[in-house]
């Protein structure tokens, strides 16, 4: 078993843990949060974690009717032209807290006397130290370089952040039963394993999905990149049917997360235009009454509360892009040129 294999399957203990450790501190953070006047939020973060800052924009924006954005890093770093955070509540999000551009963000929303949170998993980095709060991930040392247990804690870690700033923090919360639906999404990996086989020879696709799990596409593509080093590409599936489809010819991979009912419609109708394209579909689905496409179906479990879904629908993509890497050749715990830290100026 690698080392990526190992980490992958860890994520369930992980999360208990974080929820176990974080929850009353966090619910301390919410409180504090909730007596100043914030209108809007800012998320710094790169690779991964800019990944779960897109599923931070999807949960402070439904859960609390704020505005996010993600910031520019070089405005800040490099062209020394930060804009004004009046009002805002800065986010940084690192693993390591070590990327000098993240934590210029903190520094500057400091300096503008906002609130600012740090989510990390090294309470002791420059990004911690930076920001007025701390949310530690309390993910352990992740060996792998592609990271898998500390893109989940990010997003239980947003979640937990989100709730606290509604009051909602409650214990038992609806976060407390995810790392059970966890271990049952783990259960997919031999599904996961016959998908892989069926675009093992492709060196490029599309990932495409929307709503809650946007961020999902963007982590299952990136994970493909990193490990297998498909050309994999992540779409709205909004944006995809407006031009990029194009692309699409018999035999083309197409990656479908297909989870939660908001919008099962609009997913439905793309798969069967996809089908009469003659794309490759592989679906990762949570209903498992729907007619499955003949290509591959990765099952994903159902009866989550959508906007938690991320943290459950993106094990199955994991275990998809560990297993195309295999079935490529590739050694999944050492990807070529890249780094466990990389630090962007």
Request: with cysteine; net charge negative; charged share 20%.
């Amino acid at each position: 078993m690698s080392v990526l294999h190992s980490e992958i399957l860890e994520q369930p203990s992980v999360i208990r843990r974080l929820l176990e450790m974080e929850t009353d501190r966090v619910a301390s953070i919410g409180r504090s949060l909730a007596a100043q006047d914030i209108r809007y939020v800012v998320i710094a973060a790169r690779g991964t974690s800019d990944n779960a800052a897109r599923y931070g924009q999807y949960v402070f924006g439904a859960q609390n009717h704020l505005a996010v954005a993600l910031a520019t890093p070089s405005l800040y770093s490099v062209y020394k032209r930060p804009p004004r955070l009046e009002g805002a509540l800065v986010i940084g999000i690192s693993q390591s807290g070590q990327s000098p551009d993240i934590v210029s963000v903190l520094e500057e929303a400091h300096r503008q006397g906002v609130a600012t949170v740090a989510v990390t998993n090294d309470p002791a980095s420059p990004l911690a130290a930076a920001a007025r709060h701390v949310l530690e991930l309390h993910v352990g040392q992740e060996q792998s370089v592609a990271a898998t247990k500390t893109y989940t804690a990010q997003l239980a870690a947003l979640a937990l952040l989100s709730m606290s700033m509604t009051g909602a923090l409650i214990r038992p919360s609806a976060l407390d039963s995810i790392p059970d639906v966890m271990e049952q999404a783990l259960g997919s990996e031999q599904a996961a394993r016959a998908a892989a086989e069926r675009m093992v020879h492709s060196n490029r696709c599309v990932v495409v999905g929307r709503g809650f799990n946007y961020a999902t596409t963007f982590e299952v593509a990136l994970k493909m990149k990193e490990l297998s080093y498909v050309e994999a590409e992540p779409y709205s599936s909004a944006d995809f049917e407006h031009g990029p489809i194009a692309m699409v010819e018999p035999g083309f991979p197409v990656v479908l997360v297909n989870v939660a009912e908001a919008m099962r419609g609009e997913m439905l109708a793309l798969q069967d235009s996809l089908r009469e394209h003659g794309a490759t579909l592989i679906v990762l689905g949570d209903d498992q009454s729907l007619p499955r496409p003949a290509d591959a179906w990765i099952p994903v479990p159902g009866h989550t509360p959508e906007w938690l879904t991320p943290l459950v629908a993106i094990l199955p993509g994991q275990l998809l892009a560990y297993h195309l890497t295999l079935a490529r050749g590739s050694d999944p715990d050492r990807p070529r040129t890249i780094r466990k830290v990389t630090l962007t100026r």
